[in-house]
């Protein structure tokens, strides 16, 4: 397997305004998301970032999916420093979270075209990748009807839809199933399975343990934007269960803080 | 392979001609309801003055015939009384039932054809009207004035502009046409290209961040540079539109409106102007609202919200009316060419100067220039403003 993405020593730091920093009870104005992380991915492989809620696991994909950079560190993606080739990575990644939407205005078939003609797709490649997925999502029956008007499962599959419609090799989901039924949810898993098997690099972050066991090859917990522990699931688990060996990292380093 | 900035352009199109309450409530409607209200201001002005001016109604004591039969010339129905009568008529006069009251010395003209000046008295005519009443207000004036051509006509000492044939106001059609209209049409374009502009640029940006779609378009490897200036160059299509609507709305209701204001304003004609002069106040109005849309784009970039970015952009709206209304106080536009670098003002300047047809054609050369350089700068802002993750995603 090729090492496709290497994060190496990123780190994030956000200011806060002083009702953010009352919020969170800190003593400085502020807060380092992200602390010196470093893993790596490989095609063919789906890694999880596990992590409870503000453990950092949303920024680091931010940084990863160029939205945001890191104050130290990089990653390379596909070869491409996320740092000094920002428009190379976003040519090589698809990023799926709940803070990139769709222009509910328009059609799933309008959307697919567009994000195609931003990423340079020619028309008969962009008609096969559409007719394929579509077809594979059952988009196909509303793929004339104007987003706001779709279901949110099937808001979901759209905005998955449109998150690979240009073939990326590296495929970044935030909480992927978050607020899902189960059909969609279970359509969403098959998928990322189906695209590891495809080869692509496949990292998704959540707090679902179930998630991380079904799919994920490789894990790596995320606590307090340190990395704890990286490995293959039967490393770090041992045979044990997940949720147990996560508990126990996290009275580790957190006490008796739950 | 299509560039970025054309497909982010003919996708924010899309959306516009797409949207047909968007399409209604920024193209459609700011005209209609320009033409709409201005034409109904104008009918109903002049119904208003019409009905006013049909006749008048005055009560008079001890009123010469020569004088009466003056003012009946000048549609008043002049009705005799006695000075005991006086205070009813007054009351008459309060009611809007009477124009005016006036009350005349007893023999006034035996007393005016043995005035002698320095040494009789001066008469006293009072005239007793209602100036919240417009038809007593209308009648007072014309009372004065025929009493002023009275005067004049006892003591002549000198006429001015006697000559009954000829025509002292040497002013053109042209002149008066370029006077009028380069005091109200730079302002009344301004406001109307600003408002096109701030109805539709934050809601293609600052409505962006708000709904979370903008960070779709910002994951796709088109430079940023490309995105903002699809995005620009669409709103300007937009703003022109609408500010095309709104400027046909009020050409097409000025007649109307015109009409009600008095004789001096019928002879406006925007014949007067050749194609040249619409071709320079195009190349303004292209290049003005590019740069409104920039700035614009700028606040609302800046904005968290779509409300927030309405709040912001008032200062911007307050720089434009000032500017705007520097027409109505000034003699000439100006013609020094250093005043032509100065943005917005130099729009206001040259549209001035193209409707009062002392433009100077460099001026307005540098002014378009100077309009697209300054929305290249603000683009350039822009572009380090989409890179801001602190700006774009609050980080």
Partial sequence: MKETLKVDSVSKTFKLSAKQQKLKKLDSRTLKAVDELSFSAYSGEIFGLLGPNGAGKTTTLRMLATLIKPDSGDALLGGASAVSDPAKVRSMIGFLSSEVKLEDFFTPDYLFNYFCDLHRIDDETRDRRKAELFGRFGIDKFAHVKVANLSTGMKQKVSLVVAVAHDPDIIIFDEPTNGLDVITAKVVTDFLLELKEQGKTVVISTHIFSLIEKVCDRVGIIIDGKMVTVGTLDKITGGRPLEDVFFELYRERKGDEL | ?395
């Fill in chain 2, 1 to 395: 392979m299509k560039n970025g900035a054309l497909i982010v352009f003919k996708k924010e199109l899309a959306r516009f001609f797409g949207d047909k309450r968007l399409l209604f409530t920024s193209v459609i409607m700011p005209g209609l309801l320009i033409y709409v209200i201005y034409s109904l201001m104008g009918s109903s002005m002049s119904t208003m003055l019409k009905d006013k001016t049909s006749s008048f109604t005055a009560a008079a004591v001890d009123m010469p015939q020569s004088i009466s039969k003056t003012l009946a010339e000048m549609d008043f129905e002049i009705e005799d009384i006695e000075l005991a009568q006086l205070d009813d008529s007054k009351e008459k006069v309060k009611d809007g039932e009477l124009s005016l009251c006036v009350v005349f010395p007893q023999d006034f003209e035996e007393a005016l054809a043995s005035y002698t000046a320095g040494v009789d008295n001066v008469q006293n005519v009072e005239i007793w009207y209602n100036s919240a009443d417009i038809g007593s207000s209308q009648a007072y004036s014309r009372v004065v004035a025929a009493l002023d051509g009275v005067e004049r006509s006892v003591s002549n000492v000198f006429d001015i502009n006697g000559g009954k044939d000829a025509d002292y106001d040497l002013a053109t059609d042209e002149d008066t046409t370029g006077t009028i209209l380069a005091m109200i049409l730079p302002m009344l374009l301004m406001t109307l290209m600003y408002s096109s502009c701030v109805a539709l640029a934050p809601e293609s940006i600052a409505g962006e961040k708000e709904r979370g779609t903008i960070a779709a378009l910002l994951i796709t490897p088109v430079p940023r540079s490309q995105i903002i200036l699809g995005k620009v160059c669409a709103l300007s299509v937009m703003a022109l539109l609408g500010g095309l609507s709104s400027f046909l709305g009020t050409f097409l209701s000025l007649p109307a409106l015109m009409a009600s204001m008095g004789d001096e304003t019928e002879i406006i004609s925007t014949q007067v102007y050749k194609a040249a002069d619409f071709l320079w106040l195009i190349l303004l109005i292209l290049s003005t609202v590019l740069l409104f849309i920039t700035l614009i784009s700028i606040v609302s970039t800046l904005a968290k919200s779509v409300k927030e970015a309405g709040t912001m952009v008032m200062p911007l709206m307050l720089v434009v009316m000032l500017m705007s209304f520097s027409t109505m106080y000034q003699s000439e536009p100006r013609v020094e060419f250093f005043w032509f670098f100065i943005p917005l003002y130099n729009t206001i300047q040259g549209m001035s100067g193209i409707f009062s047809f002392s433009s100077v054609p460099i001026n307005l050369l540098i002014t378009a220039a100077s309009n697209v350089a300054y929305s290249l700068v603000g683009i350039f802002v822009l572009t380090k403003l989409f890179d801001n993750e602190r700006v774009m995603f609050n980080a």
